[in-house]
């Protein structure tokens, strides 16, 4: 059974930072490229980051220079550590891995509140 698990949402104070972890567990041949998407209320799912085994990220402008991407390809996790976080952040956070035969996996996603 392969799965991808997201973990680390919650609600957070305008400004404060979270930090988004999803895990690869199950049968996947080799994970490629690893990343986020995320759909506010009322909104299209929108990218957020990828990144490749060997560490080239890549950001939506909305989240440059306050979201960093990061993977350990050893225990086939990516990260999101979320700082200066803001309300239009608010969304449901997808997490998801594209292996070596092209096929993708998504996670059931994780609830990111930003809010007073």
């Known amino acids: 059974q392969a799965q991808l698990v997201e973990s680390g949402g919650g609600l957070v104070q305008p400004g404060g930072s979270l930090r988004l972890s999803c895990a690869a567990s199950?049968?996947?041949?080799?994970?490629?490229?690893m990343g986020w998407y995320r759909q506010g209320p009322g909104k299209q799912r929108d990218l957020v980051a990828t990144?490749?085994?060997?560490?080239?990220?890549n950001y939506a402008d909305s989240v440059k220079g306050r979201f960093t991407i990061f993977r350990d390809n050893g225990k086939n996790t990516v990260y999101l550590q979320m700082n200066s976080l803001k309300p239009e952040d608010t969304a449901h956070y997808y997490c998801?891995?594209?292996?070596?035969?092209?096929?993708?996996?998504w996670g059931q996603g994780t609830q990111v509140t930003v809010s007073s």
């Open positions: 998801f891995a594209r292996n070596d035969l092209r096929v993708d996996f």
């Open positions: 199950g049968s996947f041949f080799r994970l490629n490229v």
């Open positions: 990144i490749t085994p060997t560490g080239s990220a």
